[in-house]
């Protein structure tokens, strides 16, 4: 089993619908986590940051972790055509584990129509 | 503006070539790493250091070397015997665990191409 597993997609949706983007893990070591959008040949831009569980809003985006079921995910509200990317979730374990790289999902491409 | 720099954008490199890509910080983050990216297989760890002349290996190392001479630059070099090198690179840093939040931030990514 990967320590992180996301589905890849495509996920296509119109203009304006509410997209649900979700990973999940094994560790249960992880307490950061992470989700980062990437433009076609482009390096990843960092859109949420939320550490051990709960919900986290920023504009149009909302990350959740529940822990308990080693499960994270990330909602757009309104989509735009501007949100079509690669979005890839990232995870951390704490402080006090061996190593302090990111394990990063293989991200899911999703595509807005307008 | 603060942020991490790639270079080249765009590296092409002969059969039994090296070449060193260059990643340049100056947001004083200690942490720096390198990941390959193929398409299907999301980010693999080739490399990660958290300090100075301190480096350890990825989930991917074979086949690259990288130095850390100076907090702010992480030049990975891919080796000769690195048999299948043609991806696109990225290069992050982030604070260490413990000193400030830990997200990464990324450059912009260097592909590179086998001719």
Known sequence: ?114 | DGGITQSPKYLFRKEGQNVTLSCEQNLNHDAMYWYRQDPGQGLRLIYYSQIVNDFQKGDIAEGYSVSREKKESFPLTVTSAQKNPTAFYLCASSHLQGRGSTEAFFGQGTRLTVV
């Open chain 1, 1 to 114: 089993q990967k320590e992180v597993e996301q589905d890849p997609g495509p996920l296509s949706v119109p203009e304006g619908a509410i997209v649900s983007l979700n990973c999940t893990y094994s560790n249960s070591a992880f307490q950061y986590f992470m989700w980062y959008r990437q433009y076609s040949r482009k390096g990843p831009e960092l859109l949420m940051y939320t550490y051990s569980s709960g919900n986290k809003e920023d504009g149009r985006f909302t990350a959740q972790v529940d822990k308990s079921s080693k499960y994270i995910s990330l909602f757009i509200r309104d989509s735009q055509p501007s949100d079509s990317a690669t979005y890839l979730c990232a995870m951390s374990a704490r402080p006090n584990q061996a190593g302090t790289a990111l394990i990063f999902g293989k991200g899911t491409t999703l595509s807005v129509s307008s």
